[in-house]
């Protein structure tokens, strides 16, 4: 099945560093990925889009200056947190469609989440 | 706007026991399609299913169901005999355009 490795698993780091999460489709090409966040006992939240090539689509709200999205190629896109602080400390989550999916709201591939903890 | 919501934050069973986890949903499109995803402990979503607004038939999957009534904007979950196993972050999502929107979710423990 379609796989997405997302690295790290977890991560700490002080305040005002920044801190990059990847997302990598490992077994097919994704157009899209699309990154979420989700505090303790809650829902995801989409921060923003990203498609190949492009520049991100972010969620009202969402900084993007604090969190940039880049998405080089069809099976590799990152995140980076900058000068972050504690209140960014949350679980981070990206998810991929694949290229050859027939609809754009076929299911999507999700990585298994990135723990972020800013001391 | 598009929302939706999963009025049962916690729920505890016995192993065996049936359980079903409610959905409802908000949306003016006709067209949408509705997800439901499994978050265990590890942290990453599983897909367990898939419907688009036009077909309400309901799904069995194993020890899964699915009952999808847009009379009442609802797509409940039921897990049938559950399991120790199946003790995990349950997502209802709703989508038109790609973008998901989650519900709240449900978190369901089932104690052997």
């Known amino acids: 099945g379609a796989v997405v490795s997302q690295h790290p698993s977890w991560v700490i780091c002080k305040s005002g560093t920044s801190v990059k999460i990847e997302c990598r489709s490992l077994?097919?090409?994704?157009?899209?990925m699309f990154w979420y966040r989700q505090f303790p006992k809650q829902s995801l939240m989409l921060m923003a889009t990203?498609?190949?090539?492009?520049?991100?689509?972010?969620e009202q709200g969402v900084e993007k200056d604090k969190f940039l999205i880049n998405h080089a190629s069809l099976t590799l896109s990152t995140l980076t947190v900058t000068s972050a602080h504690p209140e960014d400390s949350s679980f981070y989550i990206c998810s991929a469609r694949d290229r050859t999916a027939t609809s754009y709201n076929s299911p999507l591939h999700f990585g298994n989440g990135t723990r972020l903890t800013v001391t | 706007a598009q929302k939706v919501t999963q009025a049962q934050t916690e729920i505890s069973v016995v192993e065996k026991e049936d359980v079903t986890l409610d959905c409802v949903y908000e949306?003016?499109?006709?067209?949408?399609?509705l997800f439901w995803y499994k978050q265990p402990p590890s942290g990453e979503l599983v897909f367990l299913i898939r419907r688009n607004s036009f077909d309400e038939q309901n799904e069995i999957s194993g020890r899964y169901s699915w009952n999808f009534q847009k009379s009442t904007s609802s797509f409940n979950f039921t897990i049938t005999a559950s399991q120790v196993v199946d003790s995990a972050v349950y997502f209802c999502?709703?989508?038109?355009?790609?973008?998901?929107?989650f519900g709240q979710g449900t978190t369901l423990q089932v104690k052997p």
């Open positions: 990203s498609n190949e090539g492009s520049k991100a689509t972010y």
């Open positions: 077994d097919f090409q994704a157009t899209t």
């Open positions: 999502a709703l989508s038109n355009t790609g973008k998901l929107i």
């Open positions: 949306t003016r499109d006709t067209t949408y399609y």
